[in-house]
């Protein structure tokens, strides 16, 4: 019986929780114990077996144990560094988690069009797996038909207080918070955010540039907010179309991520800007190229890798568990000091 099947359970089922709670060990320890995964103590081993001879277990048993194998991660992005360095990083960090559990890893991605989606679902019941990871998915008409499957499911980077999943994403609030207290302390009033709403996340950033605005008793001014998609190349056409036609009337940026600050940063030292005594710039990411940017780009850290690594073992317990209480873990974000904001 698989993890997903709806017949009921027999009532001298051993759990894998039970096995965990009588050797005082993680779901996911004792999931790694029983498949025979490396990287576990002897001493552990000895304790999570005799737990489980102790409860009943049988190593005949095994099949029907919800032992996670074959997770596949479903999301609507390009997941290549060079493309989404951000998203590349949460699917390394998933990927370097599965082979420390033993799982195998697969993943597809839902491109425009309802054609592919309903591809995409239909592989998905000819070919099950264990359990699935959505990523960065915001089409709620696609999470239900995804739902539908009777998988476990866990979320990552999807916010959402409304979906009944686990759900793991960074601290969109208490980043974006970090990014506007830094330059307003820095003394700045004229504050140009570039963002895209069509991501829930993304709007939780914009939200608190509304929010740390108004704390701090500087205007909104609509002009101010620049709404592109926010990857370099299209960021940079919108700024240089901006640079070019408007006068400066702003002295720091907010960017929604790293990739639209790249882009700005290109179009404002195109026409003479110096990065920071002209303008200062933040970012929101931290990828590996932020620190390599002329100058550095000061930005905000998420642990990406962690926040993969993370939603991957709670997918193991949840598939050992299904009855656990969904959790809404938000990591905490950093501010990295670099060269790109100037105090006024």
């Known amino acids: 019986m698989t993890a997903y099947d709806s017949k009921p359970q027999t009532t001298n089922r051993i759990y894998q929780r039970d096995i965990a709670e009588r050797a005082g060990v993680s779901i996911s320890t004792v999931s790694r114990v029983l498949s025979n995964v490396g990287g576990i103590s002897e001493s552990v081993q000895?304790?999570?077996?005799?737990?489980?001879?102790?409860?009943?277990?049988?190593?005949s048993d095994a099949k029907r144990t919800n032992v996670l194998q074959n997770v596949s991660l479903l999301t609507s992005l390009?997941?290549?560094?060079?493309?989404?360095?951000?998203?590349?990083?949460?699917?390394?960090g998933v990927e370097v988690a599965c082979s420390e559990e033993g799982?195998?890893?697969?993943?597809a991605t839902f491109n425009n069009g309802s054609s592919n989606a309903d591809m995409v679902l239909h592989r998905l019941r000819q070919n099950p797996v264990d359990g699935l990871l959505l990523l960065s998915l915001d089409d709620q008409a696609l999470i239900e038909k995804i739902r539908a499957l009777n998988l476990p499911?866990?979320?990552?980077n999807i916010d959402n207080r409304e979906v009944p999943e686990d759900t793991f994403l960074p601290d969109n609030y208490?980043?974006?918070?970090?990014?506007?207290?830094?330059?307003?302390?820095?003394?700045?009033?004229r504050i140009m955010h570039?963002?895209?709403?069509?991501?829930?996340?993304?709007?939780?950033?914009?939200?608190?540039?509304?929010?740390?605005?108004?704390?701090?008793?500087?205007?909104y001014d609509p002009r101010l907010v620049v709404e592109t998609e926010i990857n370099a190349e299209e960021t940079y056409k919108v700024m240089t179309q901006r640079l070019a036609q408007d006068e400066l009337d702003f002295t720091a940026v907010f960017c929604a991520n790293d990739l639209s600050a790249m882009g700005f940063l290109r179009a404002a030292q195109e026409i003479g800007l110096r990065i920071p005594q002209d303008v200062s710039v933040i970012g929101f990411d931290d990828i590996a190229a932020a620190a390599f940017l002329s100058p550095p780009l000061t930005t905000i850290r998420i642990e990406?890798?962690?926040?993969?690594?993370?939603?991957?073992?709670?997918?193991?317990?949840?598939?050992?568990?299904?009855?656990?209480?969904?959790?809404?873990?938000?990591?905490?974000?950093r501010l990295i000091e670099r060269q790109s904001v100037a105090s006024l």
């Open 46 to 59: 000895r304790r999570v077996l005799a737990a489980a001879a102790e409860l009943g277990y049988e190593s």
């Open 153 to 156: 499911m866990v979320m990552i």
């Open 304 to 333: 990406s890798g962690e926040l993969g690594a993370l939603a991957l073992r709670r997918l193991i317990d949840r598939a050992a568990a299904p009855n656990m209480t969904p959790i809404r873990v938000s990591l905490a974000c």
């Open 174 to 189: 208490q980043g974006a918070l970090l990014a506007m207290h830094y330059l307003i302390d820095c003394g700045h009033r």
């Open 103 to 107: 799982v195998h890893l697969s993943y």
């Open 78 to 92: 390009h997941l290549t560094p060079s493309l989404d360095p951000f998203h590349a990083d949460v699917l390394n």
């Open 194 to 219: 570039i963002t895209w709403p069509a991501r829930s996340t993304l709007r939780r950033r914009t939200e608190v540039y509304h929010v740390a605005l108004e704390k701090a008793g500087i205007p």
